[in-house]
């Protein structure tokens, strides 16, 4: 246990239902990420936050995708009108944002798969 | 970020050395090389980093040749619960931001 969760850990959704994830970083640290792995690939990043500001958006995050850290705690991650195409783990990470602090702390992720 | 390349799979009996080995040619000066790893539908777990001197830590070795164009991850005495993807990754250092995963080593340690 890294002490980053998230929940759910597994989600089955109908294509076009929209989904919500929630990732809880470790307490003190102020960065935060998201990825997405499909399978037998490695993760992919989708975005960042410093705080609460969203600093960094990929180009995988489509504009069904929508990710926020109201308070620099907790994040959400939605996904509206899903496809198929979405099914995948999405992972989240945290970190310290001091500039020796080199490891992310990964959560254990959720497996969305829509059917 | 520098590209690294890595072998699709390798096998490991329980007890030996297990080492890893990562290409990353077209290094900078700058840029870090990180390992992490990831076990079966658990989320990855740093293992060790360095920029060009050889480093130990609880978990392993990192092996870094003198022109930084590749390096070695070395788990000294490998056991069953070492089997996982081990991804080699470079990046510029401190800056703590993404992580550009590739399709990993996945390493099978077997009894």
């Known amino acids: 246990d890294t002490g980053v969760s998230q929940d759910p850990r597994h989600k089955i959704t109908k294509r076009g239902q929209n989904v919500t994830f929630r990732c809880d970083p470790i307490s003190e640290h102020n960065r935060l990420y998201w990825y997405r792995q499909t399978l037998g690939q490695g993760p992919e990043f989708l975005t960042y936050f410093q705080n609460e500001a969203q600093l960094e958006k990929s180009r995988l995050l489509s504009d069904r995708f929508s990710a926020e850290r109201p308070k620099g705690s907790f994040s959400t991650l939605e996904i509206q009108r899903t496809e198929q195409g979405d099914s995948a783990m999405y992972l989240c990470?945290?970190?310290?944002?001091?500039?020796?602090?080199?490891?992310?702390?990964f959560g254990p992720g959720t497996r969305l798969t829509v059917t | 970020d520098a590209k690294t390349t890595q072998p699709p799979s390798m096998d490991c009996a329980e007890g030996r050395a297990a080492n890893l080995p990562c290409n990353h040619s077209?290094?900078?000066?700058?840029?870090?090389v990180y390992w992490y790893r990831q076990i079966h539908s658990q989320g990855p777990q740093y293992i060790i980093h360095g920029l060009k001197n050889n480093e130990t830590n609880e978990m392993a070795s990192l092996i870094i040749t003198e022109d930084r164009k590749s390096s070695t991850l070395i788990l000294p005495h490998a056991t069953l619960r070492d089997t996982a993807v081990y991804y080699c990754i470079v990046r510029v250092g401190g800056s703590n931001y993404k992580l550009t995963f590739g399709k990993g080593t996945l390493l099978t340690v077997n009894p």
């Open positions: 990470a945290s970190s310290l944002g001091a500039v020796s602090s080199y490891e992310q702390y």
């Open positions: 077209t290094i900078s000066g700058n840029e870090y």
